[in-house]
């Protein structure tokens, strides 16, 4: 029979199961970023960020927690934006062994070239809020006849963690990113100060013009005349996966080894919007999408009679296109496909395609191309490595055999004995997860984006040769290939070709990404930060090239 206080008994035991189950609920929105911290281990084997995720969590927890005893709804929405960036920083500390880059922010515009691993990215950021916007419930403390003056102790003593552990704080790293988008906002209004008139316009010029590339090498024998140049930006490649003792790229490393190639030579920026124009100019930009109205391979190689041809893997990607297009190619090609990205061996296709259309008209072509598949996130469509179950193996295997069924094509077709190849890549493979887990210990890196990367000239006939580079980067490429073919026009060139003694010695050993003051020196053998000074005076020299190249600056006519 049911007493009159049975419906009570039954509402509070039903409460307090709930007050239960919101106490897990709590006690999961918090441990879960200290797990990803942990699994970040794996990737950078330092437990400080872990026990940094900790600490905040622990100080969310404890706020919140406070709060709770006076308004648990407030309490909740306050938990609620506070860990959004916990969980921010310790995911992408998950996938990468460090938090959120400026860089990473600069690119979003090209976050579709990461489809690749939207699944994985997409379940753990949907685990992510929902844990986030779980129920709380306060944690109460019998012994003390105030948990919240327990609480205020704690959080005291701990609070103390973020301040001292700057460099791997979720909170702190943060901070650190709205002080470099102000920097980065103040370092634009510099450059646009520097050229506001003709005669600022005029001083740049000359600063930075130069009359000749110079004569670094007499034409090779065996080089036909006015071959046809083809450049080929591979997507993401450091020497490393080239050296592999797995044989990763066997064809790569067959025309390495068989033609003329630079060792300790390295990108200068970063990501692949840099890297492809700053390697066509020889120059450094400012923001993805910039443009440069100064000298460029591909306009000297215009004025010597060739017909020049970009192809372009991501047509549906209108800001990429755009950008290709300023380039002033006499023609940017995708095939006629607008709505999907091509494949390498797509994309070889249609280089061969372009150099068949020009030996049928009897036009010299520069064909300058960048293949995708070896993105960060993309898996093999073909051609898997071994067993298949590593896809970043798998899509550097890929790459490599359509690179080889291009080369034999070419062969096959007799185009080869009037064609240089020249093979590189847009910028070093990305340091992420699926690389520290592929290539660590036995190659460890201290730079996500900087590294040694390859630059292969080859063509029938050619003598192998290895030439140390000796820590210069890539902004030699287009002064190279001119010096070799005997090519030479005036200039604003930042950098020398690799065949000569460099004229910015410092300067062409040092990687920038300029809007993310992120740079270090290549020239000693092992990667370092500048010192303040060298930081200083570098940037002041590329700041006034930027100046130079802006597209809101008085640029020179004609």
């Known amino acids: 029979m049911e007493t009159p206080d049975s419906g009570n008994f039954l509402r509070t035991d039903r409460t307090v199961k709930r007050d239960r189950v919101f106490r897990v609920f709590t006690l999961v929105k918090f441990i879960l970023p200290i797990v990803f911290a942990l ?52 995911l992408v500390l998950f996938f990468t062994g460090d938090y959120v880059l400026l860089i990473m922010l600069t690119n979003l515009d090209s976050i579709e070239a990461i489809k690749g691993r939207a699944v994985q990215y997409g379940l753990m950021i949907a685990l992510s809020l929902i844990v986030i916007f779980l129920p709380v419930k306060n944690f109460k403390i019998d012994f003390v006849k105030r948990s919240g003056i327990l609480s205020l102790i704690c959080l005291l003593t701990v609070g103390w963690v973020p301040y001292m552990l700057e460099d791997y704080s979720p909170y702190a790293n943060l901070i650190w990113l709205i002080e470099k988008i102000q920097i980065k906002n103040q370092t634009e209004d510099r450059i646009r100060n520097l050229m506001n008139n003709d005669e600022d316009a005029a001083e740049l010029l000359a600063e930075f013009y130069s009359e000749s590339v110079g004569d670094g090498i007499v034409p090779p024998d065996g080089l036909p005349y006015e071959p046809n140049i083809v450049l080929i930006f591979t997507e993401g490649l450091s020497m490393n996966v080239i050296r592999d003792e797995r044989n990763i790229m066997p064809n790569v490393t067959y025309y390495m080894e068989n033609g003329l190639h630079f060792e300790n030579y390295y990108d200068h920026t970063a990501a692949t919007f840099r890297g492809i124009i700053g390697q066509l100019y020889s120059s450094h930009q400012y923001n993805n999408g910039d443009t440069n109205l100064l000298v460029s391979l591909q306009s000297v190689m215009s004025s010597y009679g060739y017909e020049t041809t970009f192809v372009n893997p991501e047509p549906q990607n209108q800001i990429f296109t755009d950008y290709l297009a300023s380039f002033g190619f006499d023609t940017l090609t995708s095939g006629g496909v607008e709505d999907y990205i091509l494949s390498d061996e797509e994309t070889y296709n249609l280089v061969f395609e372009s150099l068949s259309e020009g030996e049928e008209n009897g036009t010299p072509q520069f064909v300058a191309a960048y293949t995708f598949g070896t993105h960060v996130g993309n898996d093999s469509p073909s051609h898997e490595f071994g067993d298949g179950s590593n896809r970043l193996l798998n899509r550097f295997r890929y790459c490599d055999w359509a690179f080889g069924e291009f080369m034999d094509r070419l062969r096959d077709s007799g185009l080869m004995e009037n064609t240089l190849i020249v093979f ?25 984006f900087c590294d040694k990367i390859p630059l292969i000239f080859y063509y029938d006939g050619i003598t192998p040769e290895t030439i140390d580079a000796d820590g210069r980067n890539s902004l030699d490429l287009a002064p190279t290939i001119m010096d070799y073919l005997d090519i030479d026009s005036p200039n604003y060139f930042l950098g020398t070709s690799l065949f000569q003694q460099s004229r910015n010695s410092f300067v062409e050993r040092v990687f920038c990404v300029p809007d993310s003051d992120w740079s270090c020196y290549t020239g000693d053998g092992d990667l370092r930060n500048l010192t303040e000074e060298e930081n200083e005076e570098y940037m002041e020299y590329i700041e006034s090239y930027l100046a130079l190249t802006s597209r809101n600056g008085i640029m020179p006519s004609g």
């Open 39 to 90: 699994f970040a281990v794996r990737l950078n084997g330092n437990l400080v960020f872990a026990f940094a995720v900790l600490a905040e969590c622990l100080i969310v927890f404890l706020i919140t927690n406070l709060i709770s005893f006076w308004n648990t709804i407030v309490a909740w929405f306050l938990g609620v934006i506070l860990m959004l960036t916990v969980y921010l920083q310790s």
């Open 424 to 448: 590189t890549a847009d910028h070093a493979t990305y340091v992420d997860d699926e690389y520290i887990l592929t290539f660590y210990p036995d190659y460890e890196r201290d730079h996500a």
